[in-house]
């Protein structure tokens, strides 16, 4: 099975900048879409920013110019690079994978819609 173990959330004050970072363990053969979701309390899920392993990126509109994301497919990891963050921006953030291809023990184990255990960010003063 693979695992997404994501870090850098917390709080930070509005303008402040945090980093979020994810990693696929597992034996990995490809990867499709890495994302980044997030869930505000009393609100649904929504997508912030995904890449694929081409490298097309889509954000929300409401990040565009203040979010990056990057993505290493040779170490499986995606990064959420978070500037001139708001209020708005609270949340738990999720980090997803689409489809992922890997070995388990000698089988050959494709799955979807794979997700971490979320981080907290807060960006108040």
């Known amino acids: 099975q693979v695992h997404l173990v994501e870090s850098g959330g917390g709080l930070v004050q509005p303008g402040g900048s945090l980093r979020l970072s994810c990693a696929a363990s597992g034996s990995i053969f490809s990867i499709n879409t890495m994302g980044w979701y997030r869930q505000a309390p009393g609100k649904q899920r929504e997508l912030v920013a995904a890449v694929t392993s081409g490298g097309s990126i889509n954000y929300v509109d409401s990040v565009k110019g203040r979010f990056t994301i990057s993505r290493d497919n040779a170490k499986n990891t995606v990064s959420l690079q978070m500037n001139s963050l708001e209020p708005e921006d609270t949340a738990v953030y999720y980090c997803?994978?689409?489809?992922?291809?890997?070995?388990?023990?000698?089988?050959?184990?494709?799955?979807?819609?794979?997700w971490g255990q979320g981080t907290q960010v807060t960006v108040s003063s």
């Open positions: 997803n994978v689409d489809r992922v291809v890997y070995r388990s023990g000698t089988h050959i184990v494709t799955d979807y819609n794979t």
